[in-house]
């Protein structure tokens, strides 16, 4: 399926005040989530590669490999593969986050 409108994909919240919608290729994952004021996302890190934190709208506090910014929109913070990240949402936002390969656990 070529073509998608976002407003036909259900919307899941895979952490508490994290609400994404999934696309998924054979090699990538977009996420696009709407994420509520003062939601956590606990420090991880995973083998996919993530162009993440690309701020739409609101405010997104990253802390990637110890080093914190407040990405507001247009930002983008560029994750490697096993990087260690945390995160947390200053004002309601919305992110894209991109994964490379496909995230067989948002699936």
Not at 62 to 82: C, F, H, Q, R, Y
């Amino acid at each position: 399926m070529p073509f998608i409108n976002l407003k036909d994909i259900p919307s899941r919240e895979l952490l508490p005040g994290f609400s994404g919608k999934m696309i998924h290729t054979q090699n990538m994952t977009l996420a696009y989530w709407e994420i509520k004021a003062g939601s956590e996302l606990p420090e991880h890190s995973h083998v996919h590669e993530q162009v993440a934190a690309q701020v739409i709208s609101g405010e997104f506090e990253l802390t990637l490999e110890g080093e914190t910014k407040l990405m507001k929109a247009g930002d983008v913070a560029i994750i490697p593969s096993n990087a260690t990240h945390s995160g947390r949402a200053t004002t309601d936002c919305q992110l894209l986050d991109v994964f490379s390969p496909a995230r067989e656990d948002y699936q």
